[in-house]
């Protein structure tokens, strides 16, 4: 899956239309109105690799649901064991303080070990965005897990 970057959306698959150009709301919420939902937090069966997920931005303590669909991320990772249970999940979003020096993309855990962590327990749903086969995604099975990763690319416009 290759990736472009262009005003106005951070980033897409190359090819496909843009999940914010239609709608209502902040662009998240576009790309949960525009884009086939393939899960939620109560069933994962059908995430894969590229799958955008959305977010409560809620921050630390008690979720609030005003800031559900406030905050993104692509999954890059997702190990499976042998009964199909989600042992590591990882997705790649943006972070951090805008001028800290320390904000950016960056790779954060969703499900390590098999249990949630921070952005793990903050799962509004998940999209399918690409309509592609992805051709850069990896699978391997070992005894215990099924692991899927893929590698990104950013190009021009």
Same mark, same amino acid.
């Given at each position: 899956m290759v990736f472009q970057a262009r005003p106005g959306l951070q980033i897409r698959p190359s090819g496909e239309s843009d999940p914010v150009a239609k709608g209502t709301g902040r662009g998240v919420e576009r790309i949960a109105q525009n884009l086939p939902k393939v899960g939620d937090i109560g069933d994962m069966?059908?995430?894969?690799? !590229? /799958? $955008? $997920?959305?977010?409560?931005? /809620? !921050?630390? !303590? %008690?979720?609030?649901? %005003?800031?559900d669909f406030r905050h993104t991320g692509i999954i890059s990772e997702v190990i499976r064991g042998d009964d199909g249970r989600i042992i590591s999940m990882k997705m790649i979003d943006s972070g951090g303080t805008a001028g800290s020096g320390a904000s950016g993309p960056r790779v954060s855990e969703l499900i390590t070990n098999g249990e949630s962590q921070y952005w793990g327990n903050r799962i509004n749903g998940f999209y399918k965005w690409d309509t592609k086969p992805d051709t850069g995604a990896q699978s391997t099975n070992t005894a215990n897990a099924v692991t899927t990763k893929a590698n990104f690319t950013c190009e021009p416009k």
């Amino acid at each position: 899956m290759v990736f472009q970057a262009r005003p106005g959306l951070q980033i897409r698959p190359s090819g496909e239309s843009d999940p914010v150009a239609k709608g209502t709301g902040r662009g998240v919420e576009r790309i949960a109105q525009n884009l086939p939902k393939v899960g939620d937090i109560g069933d994962m069966s059908k995430v894969v690799v !590229g /799958t $955008v $997920v959305a977010l409560n931005n /809620t !921050g630390k !303590g %008690e979720l609030k649901p %005003e800031y559900d669909f406030r905050h993104t991320g692509i999954i890059s990772e997702v190990i499976r064991g042998d009964d199909g249970r989600i042992i590591s999940m990882k997705m790649i979003d943006s972070g951090g303080t805008a001028g800290s020096g320390a904000s950016g993309p960056r790779v954060s855990e969703l499900i390590t070990n098999g249990e949630s962590q921070y952005w793990g327990n903050r799962i509004n749903g998940f999209y399918k965005w690409d309509t592609k086969p992805d051709t850069g995604a990896q699978s391997t099975n070992t005894a215990n897990a099924v692991t899927t990763k893929a590698n990104f690319t950013c190009e021009p416009k």
